[in-house]
Antibody
Framework: QLQLQESGSGLVKPSQTLSLTCAVS??????????WNWIRQPPGKALEWIAY???????HYNPSLKSRVTISMDRSENHFSLKLSSVTAADTAVYYC????????????WGQGTLVTVSS | QSALTQPASVSGSPGQSITISCTGT?????????VSWYQQHPGKAPKLIIY???NRPSGVSNRFSGSKSGNTASLTISGLQAEDEADYYC??????????FGGGTQLTVL
């Protein structure tokens, strides 16, 4: 059974960079047919898709966040990562990593989510 | 990209049916059969319940069904049960090769 687990700093100061990693077990991020995604949810608000990276390494970003976001993968460690720069309080959210079945839009496996708070 | 439009809340009594709409544009919902629906209980990660407009993953109850007409997708839950009380989100592929979610709908089982 595929499992995803987010990790990273739970508290980030304004203007700094948020860094998160999603460790994948029970499957390989190098497998064809999937993309690996970051999705966030501010407290009490809706889900917001952030970015994805394909098994090939190609990436796509939410246009509203594109200038501040970088997604990357480490095939040897079987994990992928998110960096969000110049954070503000508006970036406070639960951040989820999720697998998508390429092209179909099925986010079929999710991590449990990790709360990141932006505060001084 | 703008969030897809969902009603903020819907409610129904046990045994009844409810429908949640998800309205987008021809650049997302209307342009692709890549609409998914997710159920989220408080404090939990979302769970996929419908993909590609009307397909159910293995293990999801057949009380959940999906459809689409033009720029609006719909999720119908029949035979409402107390355990269905949750937040529901739609998502769609976009013409920019990105994904967009709806604003979410809170379902209350009366």
């Amino acid at each position: 059974q595929l499992q995803l687990q987010e990790s990273g700093s739970g508290l980030v100061k304004p203007s700094q960079t948020l860094s998160l990693t999603c460790a994948v077990s029970g499957g390989s991020i190098s497998s064809n047919g999937y993309s690996w995604n970051w999705i966030r949810q501010p407290p009490g608000k809706a889900l917001e898709w952030i970015a994805y990276i394909y098994h090939s390494g190609s990436t796509h970003y939410n246009p509203s966040l594109k200038s501040r976001v970088t997604i990357s993968m480490d095939r040897s460690e079987n994990h992928f990562s998110l960096k969000l720069s110049s954070v503000t309080a508006a970036d406070t959210a639960v951040y989820y990593c999720a697998r998508e079945v390429s092209g179909g839009g099925q986010f079929d496996f999710w991590g449990q989510g990790t709360l990141v708070t932006v505060s001084s | 990209q703008s969030a897809l439009t969902q009603p903020a809340s819907v409610s129904g009594s046990p045994g009844q049916s409810i429908t949640i709409s998800c309205t987008g544009t021809s650049s997302d919902v209307g342009g692709y059969n890549y609409v998914s629906w997710y159920q989220q209980h408080p404090g939990k990660a979302p769970k996929l319940i419908i993909y590609e407009v009307s397909n159910r993953p293995s293990g999801v109850s057949n009380r959940f069904s999906g459809s689409k007409s033009g720029n609006t997708a719909s999720l119908t839950i029949s035979g409402l049960q107390a355990e269905d009380e949750a937040d529901y989100y739609c998502s769609s592929h976009t013409s920019s090769s990105t994904w967009v979610f709806g604003g979410g709908t809170q379902l209350t089982v009366l």
